[in-house]
């Protein structure tokens, strides 16, 4: 069973930047590809971006494609989000995702989910 555990969320104003984190325990994390999600209030959980567990192919959201990057550190079990250029529309709880895919695009719902991180942008 893995375990995701995210941090870095916070409230920033239009314009900023936020880098979220995401540690996994109690798999082999780089067998994993990894994505993180955001589901804002009255919306479905949508997909952001993902990452192949190489960190060699990414995927993004075309809403975010620019302005957003994810990477992940195999050595310390961990995948960021880098978030910049931030908008009033990306506030949202984000969600760290694992999967047992190779490529993971996130066309369908991972395998694991991590608890939410509230990212709050004011205009």
């Known amino acids: 069973q893995v375990q995701l555990v995210e941090s870095g969320g916070g409230l920033v104003q239009a314009g900023g930047s936020l880098r979220l984190s995401c540690a996994a325990s109690?798999?082999?994390?780089?067998?994993?590809?990894m994505g993180w999600f955001r589901q804002a209030p009255g919306k479905e959980r949508e997909f952001v971006a993902a990452?192949?567990?190489?960190?060699?192919?990414?995927y993004y959201a075309d809403s975010v494609k620019g302005r957003f990057t994810i990477s992940r550190d195999n050595a310390k079990n961990t995948v960021y989000l880098q978030m910049n250029s931030l908008k009033p529309e990306d506030t949202a709880v984000y969600y760290c995702?694992?999967?047992?895919?190779?490529?993971?695009?996130?066309?369908?719902?991972?395998?694991?989910w991590g608890q939410g991180t509230q990212v709050t942008v004011s205009s």
């Open positions: 995702a694992a999967d047992h895919s190779t490529y993971y695009s996130g066309s369908y719902a991972p395998d694991y």
């Open positions: 109690g798999g082999t994390f780089s067998s994993y590809a």
């Open positions: 990452i192949n567990w190489s960190g060699g192919r990414t």
